[in-house]
């Protein structure tokens, strides 16, 4: 158990393309939540375009900070210590929250605390929730596939991750292949349930070590897939002929999406249960914005149902799954990266 003596922490994440901010009590309770996402600003990109997310962060943290203490009731004088996100991220986005955490911990006299981007999102377990390590963490982001022992809660070893593609980012790109815009993964998601998950059947990656991830491959299979079929179509003629070939599309963009999305789910299903039985544990826990998917989990939750009590799964709540502050507010409290005002921000690191 944590010895953070900081009952309110209010945490601020701008790592990628989120402006949140979020007080976090005990490091379990929600008080309040904001994002504002940037979505409609990148999408018109196709992805996250690094200096409009640090620009739009600017833009933004006034404004999340205030509706977080309106909608908790809440000034400044009640929080006890502020935290933000330090990395990995894009490094203009991050300074934003660093400088507004630890401009309010100056000015207030009060702790600064700095966490890690992937520990807050295994850290979303905890939110409104009783979960204890040890337990096995898939950590499923845009730019990260992990799999974690989770020992205490400081305590981690990082068992397997991928080689190439992160499972969010095949996500994304496999969206942009079919047109779907961005962010990809809820596009897929959404589609797939319309979609026939047999249409297509697509390469899984056998790889020596049964804990590493590889989804470049496969994100390849579709893409050339996708091509093909796509040539098959009925020609895009006037009128009638062309509602028939848009209505061909969209069948065929479902059924390569529900075959994506069965071939990404079975992966990082099978591979998580596996590591969970090597290591003997009973507690499996998911993280990161691909935890938001339906077909995920439910495949985890059906799981842990038929296992009758031998396993126990545990998913992070709606809304802390993608990038959240509540999460950061949870890692400050039971797993701090540092209390040092003068740490800086950083771009990469494991864990
Ligand atoms: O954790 P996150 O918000 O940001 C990072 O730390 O990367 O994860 C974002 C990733 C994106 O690649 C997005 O497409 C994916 O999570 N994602 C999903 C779903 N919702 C978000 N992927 C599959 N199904 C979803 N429902
Ligand atoms: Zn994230």
Do not use: W
């Not at 375009?49 to 203490?69: M, S, Y």
């Not at 100056?106 to 204890?132: C, M, Q, W």
């Not at 938001?292 to 809304?319: M, T, V």
């Amino acid at each position: 158990m944590s010895t953070q003596p900081y009952k309110k922490i209010l945490a601020i994440e701008s790592s990628c393309d989120d402006t949140a901010v979020a007080i976090v009590e005990h490091g379990r309770r929600v008080l309040g939540s904001v994002i504002y996402s940037q979505d409609s600003a990148h999408s018109q990109y196709g992805g996250i375009v690094p200096e409009a997310a640090a620009r739009l962060h600017i833009q933004g943290i006034n404004g999340a900070l205030q509706q977080v203490f309106d909608r908790c009731d809440m000034t400044i004088d009640s929080i006890d210590a502020f935290a933000t996100t330090l990395g990995p991220g894009l490094v203009g986005s991050l300074l934003v929250g660093a400088n507004t955490a630890k401009t309010l911990s100056f000015i207030t006299d009060k702790p600064f605390v700095g966490v890690n981007h992937l520990r807050a999102h295994v850290a979303s377990n905890y939110l409104e929730s009783d979960l204890e390590p040890p337990f096995i963490c898939l950590l499923v982001s845009g730019g990260h596939t992990q799999l974690i022992l989770v020992k205490g809660y400081t305590d981690m070893v990082l068992l397997g991750q991928t080689r190439d593609d992160a499972v969010g980012e095949a996500y994304d790109k496999v969206a942009r292949l079919m047109g779907l815009g961005y962010p990809g993964g809820p596009a897929v998601d959404r589609l797939s349930v319309k979609g026939d998950a047999r249409s297509f059947t697509l390469p899984r990656a056998r790889l020596s070590d049964p804990f590493d991830f590889s989804f470049s491959g496969l994100k390849t299979a579709v893409a050339r897939a996708f091509q093909k079929a796509e040539e098959l179509l009925p020609a895009d003629r006037e009128t009638e002929e062309n509602g028939s070939r848009q209505v061909a599309l969209k069948e065929l963009q479902a059924n390569m999406a529900a075959s994506f999305q069965y071939t990404v789910v079975e992966t990082l299903f099978k591979k998580t249960v596996q590591c969970a039985e090597f290591y003997q544990i009973s507690t499996i826990a998911v993280a990161g914005g691909v935890s938001a998917n339906q077909a995920l989990r439910k495949r985890f939750q059906d799981f842990g149902i038929q296992s009758e009590g031998r396993y126990h799964i545990h998913l992070p709540k709606a809304g802390y799954c993608t990038d959240n502050a509540a999460m950061v507010g949870a890692c400050a409290y039971f797993d701090p990266l540092t209390t040092d005002i003068r740490e800086e921000v950083f771009s990469r690191s494991a864990f």
